[in-house]
């Protein structure tokens, strides 16, 4: 499995213009607020239309600028989770999971949900609401939402952001669970350094909508960079935050 972009787009004098390709591993979107991250996560979901470009997803092609082609963004076999979470206020856990499910016959879907429930360690919430849970409990409702139609990618903007460190790093260890699980491309969109450091297997750093370096986290410090990038890529930040996660 693979996601492949390659796309460009103007938008209120912004240009987006940016390629990349990750396979079964979580490629991590970094960089500083406004420089194309998210806009890049609505292209590949289908909520926004790029100008020029392609994206592939599996060999499968969702936009393709030269060949006519654009997938509505219903057909897109993609998960994604937002920073807000989306839960349905009205609709119990249970029932929040399997709003994502693909199946028609209630039976596959309670199914689904049962097990779903299990892997994510929901066990005793199914009848609850969402103001009746955690923020780290409602984390793992979206994301058992977004994985139940078995998509060919999962889609992550900024999901931990209202989260407090201790919790933040929780759902961090949690995402490298569910790569491991699921086996399929990860998309996340961060601006937080720890979570870009520690989260990925690619990092990919956007510069005012353009891919500023590509690579392991390992070897992104190793590289020369701007003094732009030297902020961006602050090293010292990293090291602090994470001694508060060490005993």
Known sequence: MSLSVDISKELNGFILDVKWEIGREIGVLFGFSGSGKSLTLKAISGLMTPDEGSI???GVVLFDSSANISIPVQQRSFGYVFQTLALFPHMKVKDNIGFGAKEKDKRQIRGKVHDLIKLFHLEGLQD??????SGGQKQRVAFARALI?????LLLDEPFSALDNPLRHEMGQLLLYIR???DIPIVLVTHDIFEAYTLADKLIVYSNGQ???VGKPSEILKQPVTPELEALLNVKAFVQRLSHLTP
């Open 56 to 58: 592939i997803s599996n």
């Open 128 to 133: 609850k609401y969402p103001s009746e849970i």
């Open 211 to 213: 891919i500023a370096l």
């Open 149 to 153: 139609g078995n998509p060919s990618t």
């Open 180 to 182: 491991k699980e699921f």
